[in-house]
């Protein structure tokens, strides 16, 4: 039975099975409650576009409702734009992809879970049947920040009879600039560990309090099992780092599995290049003092962009790369806007 209620005005918690990622390799569960903003005039009559908000690495849906001091949750931000009329009635969704490693970067892995086929098809079928949406692709969008900007970044080229606009807020891209210059820091939290995953994550996992030094190479962990993974071995071993922890030289024929999911180089296949020109509306933006380097990427995948012929938007604006859930009131009214329903 579908456990499906209002639990406050404006939100609804309903527990989305999901069948595709049972026996995933982590053992992760399979059915997520998944957090569901309501519109306010939302009254289980009228239809409504949707929004799907991807979270960063190491959060998940429900980290858009986390409350902190003088700023307003992701909700809080919708409902206001919407009852001051600045942003049109949309039914947000906030997906739980989370995984045993921190996150799945909504793809489809031997290591973890088919993240990318549960979202795009199980969970979009799932609340066009339990919500009141417009189910047609025009009126359904994606957008993200960090791990959930490169995720509605790339699932929008991968999947263009899904979604119809996208907002990425400083995305995972140009991994050799972004990613690369985190492997020494991941390297060296190994060698502690005397070279051993196993050793690290079973450590890691019993933390009360995960030490913030030993943060790299989970994510590093993390992404290559999700880029690089090894089905051949049991978890926590189960991926390819792309580098040699002892000399941190890049391994080639594992990085360039990696680059495969790269946006930047991704944007070369005509195929993912003709998905985003399809787009009603393609927002990207960026703290200009981010600390992975990632406003570098978007600058040059705006310009590639601009070559290809492809119609954007793209901001930076001046901050770091934690904390920037204020953007959203700047790319979520315009997505709403695309996707509306015309009268």
């Known amino acids: 039975m579908i456990n499906h209620r209002i639990a406050s005005p404006g939100m ?31 009254d289980g009559r009228k239809r409504f576009p949707v929004i799907y908000l991807l979270s960063g690495f190491a959060s998940t849906g429900a980290s858009f409702l986390n409350f902190r001091f ?50 795009t098809h199980e969970l979009v079928n799932f609340i066009d049947s339990t919500f009141k949406t417009l189910p047609e692709k025009k009126h359904r ?20 009879d899904k979604f119809h606009a996208t907002a990425c807020h400083s995305g995972d891209m140009h991994f050799d600039l972004s990613y690369r210059s985190m ?13 051993s995953i196993k050793g690290f994550f ?6 009360d309090k995960k030490p ?9 962990m993390a992404m ?32 360039q599995e990696w680059l495969a999911f790269d946006p930047l180089l991704m944007l070369e296949k005509p195929s993912f290049a003709d998905a985003l020109k399809n787009l009603e509306l393609l927002y990207l933006d960026c703290g200009s003092l981010d600390e992975y380097n990632l406003q570098f990427g978007h600058r040059k995948f705006s310009a590639r962009a601009k070559e290809l012929g492809i119609k954007h938007i793209y901001q930076e604006f001046p901050d770091t790369h934690a904390d920037t859930s204020y953007r959203y009131s700047v790319s979520l009214p315009m997505i709403a806007n695309a996707i509306r329903e015309h009268p």
């Not at 969008?141 to 790339?154: C, D, H, P, Q, V």
């Not at 492997?183 to 060296?188: E, H, L, Q, R």
């Not at 913030?212 to 590093?220: A, Q, R, T």
């Not at 999700?226 to 024929?253: G, H, V, W």
């Open 12 to 42: 609804s918690f309903p527990t989305a099975p999901g069948r595709t990622l049972q026996a995933n390799p982590l053992g992760d569960p399979c059915d997520r409650t998944v957090p569901v903003f309501l519109p306010p005039s939302y």
């Open 70 to 119: 003088g700023r307003k949750t992701v909700p809080q931000q919708m409902e206001e734009l919407m009852r001051g009329g600045s942003m049109k009635e949309t039914i947000l969704v906030m997906p739980d992809c989370m995984t045993r490693y921190g996150g799945s970067q909504y793809v489809d892995s031997a290591a973890t879970g088919a993240y990318e086929t549960y979202l």
């Open 141 to 160: 969008a994606i957008a993200g920040k960090s791990s959930g900007g490169f995720g509605a970044l790339r699932l929008s080229m991968r999947h263009p």
């Open 183 to 195: 492997f020494p820091s991941a390297a060296k939290v190994l060698e502690k560990h005397d070279g």
């Open 202 to 207: 079973h450590a890691w996992e019993k933390a």
């Open 212 to 220: 913030g030094s030993e943060f790299p190479l989970i994510d590093i």
């Open 224 to 255: 290559a099992a999700c880029y690089s993974p090894d089905p051949a071995k049991q978890a926590p071993e189960n991926m390819r780092l792309p580098f040699n922890p002892y000399t941190c030289d890049i391994i080639e024929e594992i990085w």
